[in-house]
Structures are given as structure tokens and as C-alpha cells.
């Protein structure tokens, strides 16, 4: 017991004394540099002398090396040796301390055959010269050597305990850059304890930076458990995306924090190194394909043309503008009725758009006569309607919002868009349009309907200029409004416990960047009348997303945070469909994208139905006006829902 206290003091008193020592002046360590290089010479006399070397010198033995001690801090003046921190010493301080001598040398070298040349007479022996060369080097490198381990091993005595031990994941340039960032870290987050090396031969033993290199002979894992480390750092460059993955999912799953880091370009910026450091987000684990965009055909038609984004605000309209403006357009006009959201992307927006003209315009798409005043007054070429309400279960208790937003909305924007002459109107849609379940999918499904309705009857009619209407469709978007992931955040920050509606549910999910790069890759192709479905990769088990989520943020689910099953929602159902099972597809030049073939009704009849259901939106029952719906969508089939009883009278 008496030793552990003894320890403990012992820590205490070295924190104390060492963690807040401040930098030494420049000036102090310019004179230690000379003070070393009078050691030098001091050595070299005492060598020569021992030596008993004949030397008939041309000044004295003061004078000679005094003049070896004001080169040398010339030298050191001028290549700035003394600027660098002593105990952030890196490659680069040891070649200037190598250049100013080597500089030194040398002229004192040419000075004594100078003299030599005029008097016969030599002021310095050439041997001593070199001697002096090779020892104040020696010194001063060995200075800032010790210096350097000194601090790395009591400054960060009492807080050992507090790091995290971590292994680095490859050995490459990569990964010892890293490492000397965060060996060089204050305040420090790791104990690097080690490098792991898929390309080192098994029976051989190296090291790098004083750690050893293990051999990846077996799973990662187990070499982690091996040396008792906490986390893993992924620094190889060569990896890819799917041996990452596999890799984080590995570690994950016996409970290992894992960081990554981006491809080091500046080695020498240390600190810029160490900050990119960072935890996987749940989107680096998406079993996909990087997203390659056929950016001529894109740009080529969105340059120098009017946009406009309904919904502008959103999530996924937001990034569609963020996207918009690497294309130049002319003018973008962002329409939303969130204030405060339009209002924060308009000042983000006007800092990097200089040369493009953003208008921000607070009106619904339910108000006809604002958005034809808009259309009037900016006559769009391009319109992008992300405008909707998509939360399923508060329109399964308000579907006459639904109706009024998700269909008379889109119904307003579209027949505006005709009317104005705009070349193309994109609407995005939802998996959930496939099979309704619910009241949302249904009224996007109707949306849907309209649209492609519209488009067939522009192309048969003898319109020269008709606008083109086309639907872009896919699954759950990470970290959009309202989704899983910032929930599971949130009950993460909570504390948990996190809450999914049933053990099976699956669903497919994109990132919102990769979402909307689709989206506009689909609207440039588009010729009128399709319905673009995007390769939204794997589908994930939610109930597997909440565990990597958990594990993610370091805890261990079902012990440190809980999962509850609270049981499916209304309109909810276990599997979502990006296709009806009567829908064809064709293939596209990008493969992550094809298109749906879907039976396309009268437009007519479809005008007739959806007229019907608005006009009855505020006037009937909610189950007469989901039956209204139904006749439109008659694959839509409620679950989980106080709808389903018309299911069964049908």
C-alpha cells in the first residue's frame, strides 16, 4: 500500500512539475547551440592535443575556436536553427542543424586555404575543423534528441491512464505521418502501442518510431486483444472500401473504438493531421459503390438556366442547391415555407455562389396563385419539387394535409411548370409510392400518377414546346429531417434506450449527397414520362444499424444502452419495395440508375379522380377520403392502420 501512495505522489508532483512548462525563449536556445559548439571545439582541442599532432598555428588557441564559435552562430542566425520547438523536433530541424554546420565547415575549410594560399600559414587544422564539424553536429542533435524523449516520457506520465491505446492500421508513409501527429498531439488522445501490417512477412520483427510492426496473421481482433489495446486507427491508403468496411465491422463487433483518418498530402503540418482524426460515421459502413456523375450532360443543361426548388429548404433540396450551384446556373430560386431553414441556406448559400443569383422565396405549394406569380416573374427552366410531407405516421392522422400538399401541391407546381414552358420538371418521390401502406406513400403515389399522366398526354397532344416530367424515386435518405439516424443519435446522447417499431424491419437507405447527385444525373437524362429508380445498394436491418450506431459511439448494445421494440407504426409495414411486382425496368448508362415501366392511365380520368379527392379533402371523413384515395392507387393496402377496415369491406 505504502508504494502505490509513494507512485501515486510521485505522478502527482511530476504532472505539477512538467505540464505547464511553457516554451523556452528563441534566444536561450540560440545560446545553448553555441554553448554546445564551444564544447565541441573544447573536445577537439583536447583530441588533438592527445594526439600529439604538430601544428604551428597562425593565432592562438582562444582566437582560433572563438572564430569557429561566431561562424557557427552566424550559420545558426541565418538558417533559423533555434526557431523550432526542442520537444516538437522532427526530421526538418535535424537537416537545418545539418546544414548550418555543414555551411560552417565549409567556410572555415575555404577561409584556412585562403590564407594558406597568401602565407603558407594554415589558421585551423583541417582535422580539428572536421572533429569540431562532426561532435558540435553530434551535440546538438543528441540535445534536441533528449529534450524530445524527456518530455514524451514525464510529460505525459499521468495521463497514460487516460489515453486510449490504440493500434495503427498499416505502415506505410500514411500511417507514420499519422503517427508522428499524434505522438507530437497536446493534449494527447492516444497511446500508440503498436502498427499492424498486412504486408509484413510473419517471422520477421521490425518497428517503426520505436513500436513494433505485427504481422496480420490472424483476425485484427485478436492481435488487438493480444496487446490490450482499446482502438484502432485505419491509415492505410490502399484499402478498399470493402475491406474498410469489413475491417470496421470486425472491430465493432468485439467492442473496439475505430478511427480514420484522410490521405496525409502535407506531412510536416502535424496538427492539421491529428484534427482529421475521427470516428466512422454510420455512413462510412453503406455497402455501395462510389456514385460516378456524367457531369457534361448535367452541366451542359443546367448553365445559365433559371432553376427552381420547391421545398428548397429540406434536406434533400438544400443539397440539391448546394449540388445546383457547381453547375452555374443563372439564377436559383429557393422556395420554402420554413423560415428560419430558408433563412440559414441563404446566408451559407450567398457565401459561396458570388456569381449566381439566389432568391429566396417564402410560399406553399398549396397557394396556387403565389407560385403562379412566382412562375410569371422568374419563368424557370429547370423545376426540382422536393416539397412534401413524408412523416408517416402524422398522415395517417391528417391525410387531408397529405392530399393537399403531397398531391394539389405537386399538381400546382406541375401544371405552373406547363404553363410557363419550363424544359423539365423533376418530382421526387419515395419507395414508399411502391405498395402504399400508408396515407403518405399513397398521396406520393398519386403524385406520381399525375405526373407521369401529364407527361404522356403533352407528348401526344401538339404541343412544339412541352415541358418533360419526370420521377425520381428512392429509399430512406441518412440523416435527413426526421429520420432513423438522428433519432438514434439523440437516444445515444440520452443515454438510450434507442426504440425500433420491430426486430425484422428493413429498410434501404442512401446518404443525402448520394440521393440528390441521382436525382440531377436522372433529370439530365430524362427524355419525359419516366420514373427513375436509383441502386440503393444493401438492405440494413434497422435493428443492425442501432447495434453499429451504439458500438460506434463506443458503448456495447443491450448493456451500456438498451434497444426497445416498441411495435410498428400506423401505415408502417417491414420491408419497403422500390418496384410494383407487374413493373419492368430498363437499364440506363449509369448502372446505379434505371427506369421503372410502369401502366400509365388516362390523363383524363386521372385529372377527374384527383380533382374529386381534393375538392372532398375538407368536406369528408377520413376513411372516405383514404377509400378516394384507394380507388386511385388500388394496390394501396393499409397496415397497422385504422384504414385497414376498408381493405376488408373491398
Not at 397532344?461 to 441518412?478: E, Q
Not at 400506423?570 to 446505379?592: A, F, M, R, V
Request: charged share 20%.
Amino acid at each position: 500500500m505504502g508504494n502505490s501512495i509513494f507512485k501515486e505522489l510521485k505522478e502527482i508532483i511530476i504532472n505539477r512539475k512538467y505540464s505547464n512548462i511553457g516554451y523556452l525563449p528563441r534566444w536561450i536556445i540560440f545560446v545553448i547551440d553555441v554553448f554546445i559548439v564551444a564544447v565541441a571545439c573544447i573536445v577537439t582541442h583536447v583530441i588533438i592535443n592527445s594526439l600529439n599532432v604538430k601544428f604551428n598555428p597562425v593565432v592562438p588557441f582562444v582566437y582560433r575556436y572563438s572564430g569557429v564559435v561566431i561562424v557557427n552562430a552566424v550559420c545558426f542566425y541565418y538558417f533559423r536553427t533555434y526557431a523550432g520547438i526542442i520537444r516538437h523536433s522532427t526530421f526538418i530541424d535535424g537537416v537545418k542543424l545539418l546544414t548550418a554546420t555543414s555551411t560552417s565547415f565549409i567556410f572555415l575549410v575555404f577561409f584556412n586555404y585562403t590564407v594558406q594560399n597568401f602565407s603558407n600559414k594554415k589558421v585551423f587544422l583541417s582535422t580539428a575543423l572536421f572533429l569540431t564539424f562532426v561532435i558540435s553536429f553530434l551535440l546538438l542533435f543528441l540535445f534536441r534528441i533528449l529534450v524530445k524523449n524527456i518530455f514524451e516520457k514525464y510529460l505525459r506520465v499521468g495521463d497514460q491512464k487516460n489515453l486510449i491505446k490504440a493500434v495503427i492500421y498499416g505502415a506505410d508513409a500514411n500511417a507514420i505521418s499519422v503517427a508522428n501527429a499524434l505522438k507530437t498531439e497536446s493534449p494527447a488522445r492516444f497511446n500508440l502501442i503498436a502498427f499492424i501490417d498486412k504486408y509484413q512477412q510473419a517471422k520477421t520483427s521490425k518497428s517503426i518510431l520505436n513500436l513494433p510492426i505485427v504481422n496480420q496473421s490472424k483476425n485484427v481482433h485478436v492481435i488487438m486483444r493480444s496487446l490490450h489495446a482499446e482502438a484502432l486507427i485505419i491509415a492505410e491508403k490502399s484499402l478498399s472500401k470493402e475491406e474498410t468496411i469489413a475491417l470496421v465491422e470486425e472491430c465493432l463487433e468485439y467492442n473496439f473504438k475505430v478511427y480514420t483518418v484522410p490521405l496525409i498530402t502535407d506531412w510536416e503540418d502535424n496538427k492539421q493531421i491529428s484534427n482529421q482524426i475521427k470516428s466512422f460515421d454510420i455512413e462510412d459502413l453503406l455497402h455501395r459503390k462510389p456514385i460516378v456523375l456524367d457531369n457534361k450532360t448535367i452541366s451542359s443543361q443546367i448553365k445559365n438556366k433559371v432553376v427552381l426548388i420547391s421545398g428548397g429548404a429540406g434536406s434533400i433540396g438544400s443539397e440539391i442547391v448546394r449540388q445546383l450551384i457547381n453547375f452555374l446556373p443563372e439564377e436559383i430560386i429557393i422556395l420554402d415555407q420554413a423560415e428560419s431553414a430558408l433563412n440559414s441556406l441563404k446566408l451559407e448559400i450567398e457565401s459561396k455562389a458570388k456569381t449566381i443569383k439566389v432568391r429566396t422565396i417564402i410560399a406553399d405549394i398549396k397557394d396556387k396563385v403565389i407560385i403562379e406569380k412566382i412562375f410569371e416573374k422568374y419563368r424557370p427552366d429547370f423545376v426540382y419539387h422536393a416539397a412534401a410531407y413524408k412523416h408517416v405516421p402524422l398522415m395517417e392522422e391528417n391525410p387531408a394535409q397529405a392530399v393537399f400538399t403531397n398531391v394539389m401541391g405537386t399538381k400546382n407546381v406541375a401544371d405552373l411548370a406547363r404553363k410557363f414552358k419550363a424544359e423539365k420538371f423533376v418530382l421526387i418521390s419515395t419507395d414508399k409510392a411502391v405498395n402504399p401502406s400508408s396515407v403518405m406513400g399513397a398521396s406520393k403515389r398519386i403524385a406520381e400518377i399525375y405526373v407521369q399522366s401529364l407527361n404522356q398526354h403533352l407528348a401526344f397532344g401538339n404541343n412544339k414546346i412541352s415541358t418533360k416530367y419526370i420521377t425520381t424515386r428512392f429509399g430512406n435518405v441518412l440523416g435527413s429531417n426526421g429520420s432513423i439516424v438522428p433519432l438514434f443519435e439523440k437516444q445515444i446522447q440520452e443515454g438510450g434506450p434507442l426504440t425500433i417499431t420491430h426486430p425484422e424491419i428493413i429498410r434501404y437507405f442512401m446518404t443525402i449527397p448520394e440521393a440528390c447527385q441521382l436525382v440531377l444525373e436522372a433529370g439530365a437524362m430524362g427524355k419525359g414520362g419516366e420514373i427513375f429508380i436509383f441502386d440503393m445498394g444493401e438492405p440494413v436491418k434497422i435493428i443492425d444499424l442501432a447495434k453499429k450506431m451504439i458500438r460506434l459511439a463506443g458503448y456495447i448494445p443491450d448493456k451500456d444502452i438498451q434497444i426497445k421494440v416498441i411495435g410498428l407504426r400506423p401505415g408502417e409495414k417491414l420491408y419497403e419495395e422500390l418496384l410494383n411486382d407487374s413493373t419492368k425496368t430498363l437499364p440506363t448508362h449509369n448502372t446505379q440508375i434505371m427506369i421503372a415501366q410502369d401502366t400509365i392511365p388516362n390523363f383524363e380520368e386521372v385529372s377527374k379522380h384527383i380533382q374529386e379527392l381534393i375538392e372532398n379533402a375538407n368536406n369528408v371523413s377520413n376513411n372516405d377520403l383514404v377509400a378516394l384515395m384507394k380507388n386511385i392507387v388500388p394496390e394501396y393496402k393499409s397496415m397497422n392502420s385504422d384504414f385497414q377496415v376498408l381493405d376488408i369491406q373491398q
